[in-house]
DNA sequence: CGGGACATTGATCCGCTTCAAGACGCGTGG
DNA sequence: CCACGCGTCTTGAAGCGGATCAATGTCCCG
């Protein structure tokens, strides 16, 4: 869908970084810089790195012959992404805010000349993947949609919440559609359940993209499927 | 629902929920034995060893407050199982027919003086587990429960199946409430959609739980939801 | 000001869940 | 050997929740 698009078009007040090896995927060290839609790799390409996202989101995703898509995650700071199995990358990677990252040659069938910190760093990270995944499983077989998506908001309250006076502030990077095909939904389905939480003032909406979250504990409990538990239903 | 009796009868018919203080967890490199429903860990267990399956299955499974159950994966032999997070199993898991498995010493906060062999099949275990993860949601993101079902199928097609002449026996081990678990369905839905499959002649089956690919294209077309590529339909 | 991408809202339809009943296999005990 | 009970699988009927299709609203940016 996106065409590999020029790098150095916005938001480049930052530093003098103009001799970014043109098309080549990257240096061991070196901040890598991605502006919305621009892809960090794809499924099944050789994984020359790993990357910490030192800023900014992307996205995870598979897609299937039909079209459909699978998002697989959000790769949010401090998270580390594109770890390969078989040397290979097994999903696709493309940025959905502008995006910095700093790549790690990872050459995980050379194991024994790897710095061992590093290596046990990877192992880490490798194993928290699996958790997320599971996490996401369990979010992925909520019963309700409005579940579903109380439940994704609560991940990213814990994840990137901002406190705001004495409530909690989500800056949603991703949109409807994003969130529809993490959750295993349609955007309209996403967009009447948020609706919904508005309308039991749980949320508060400034725009599209911005929300307060005015009753925490009521999220909590709609997320678990404990609406009995909340005074908002 | 279930009711607790003795485990030890060497009897492989009902599964059967036994819960077992792991007074001994086993010792490393001694084959340890399950019968059916006996658990290998639960979850938040401290990790002492992670396990390689040698005979049998396991059910890997996370619960929910409401006491809704995600099956997270299936174990079959030459799985590597029970990699822990932060030194802890973040499933629980149990036999579902007899079971031999392998434990190995797993101290991933320590991996300095582990044998550097067994660190790289680790990592490798590890990665693998996350592309499993991820294909496990391109099944349940499926949109109808006869794709998911007919991908299941060919799931254990590849894993377990077994040549019978031209065609491929797949002998099930889980029962269709375990398939609903894992798939995001009802037990009620899983048969209806094997029954499908049945009267499309994709499929036989001699009992429950031992049937015969009749059509093996016509089921991978199917698992991708190319339903017009199939005469069957 | 106008165009495009995205979000919201509405109406309808379909597939899954739910609840219920019956069938089947299997082990036990008479 | 057969009757019984239990767990599981199958099948049916009804209701509901989300998908789909369509129209409108909103924001951003050129």
């Known amino acids: 869908m996106y065409a590999i698009s020029p790098a150095d078009l916005g938001t480049e007040k930052t530093s003098v970084q103009r001799r970014r090896p043109a098309r080549?995927?990257?240096a061991e060290g070196v901040t890598r810089r991605l502006t919305p839609g621009q892809h960090l790799f794809f499924e099944s390409d050789?994984?020359?790195?790993?990357?910490?996202?030192?800023?900014?989101?992307?996205r995870l995703t598979r897609t299937q012959k039909d079209g459909r898509r699978q998002v697989i995650a959000f790769g949010f700071p401090g998270d580390v992404i594109g770890l390969p199995c078989e040397g290979r990358h097994t999903t696709e990677c493309d940025a959905i805010t502008p995006v910095e990252v700093l790549p790690r040659r990872c050459d995980i069938s050379e194991p024994s000349g790897m710095d061992p910190q590093l290596r046990a760093r990877l192992m880490e990270a490798a194993l928290n993947e699996i958790r997320m995944l599971q996490d996401h499983f369990l979010i992925f077989g909520r019963r309700l949609a409005s579940e579903k998506v109380a439940a994704f908001l609560v991940l990213l309250l814990d994840r990137i919440g901002e406190p705001v006076g004495e409530l909690q502030l989500i800056r949603l990077p991703m949109n409807r559609a994003d969130i529809a095909d993490y959750l295993g939904l349609t955007p309209e389905?996403?967009?009447?359940?948020?609706?919904?939480l508005r309308a039991q003032n749980v949320i508060a909406l400034d725009d599209a993209n911005t929300m307060v979250v005015r009753d925490e504990y009521c999220l909590r409990c709609l997320a678990e499927g404990d609406a009995e538990l909340c005074a908002c239903a």
Chains 1, 2 share one sequence.
């Open 189 to 196: 389905t996403v967009s009447r359940s948020i609706t919904q």
């Open 46 to 58: 050789r994984a020359a790195f790993v990357y910490k996202v030192q800023s900014g989101v992307l």
């Open 24 to 26: 080549s995927a990257g």
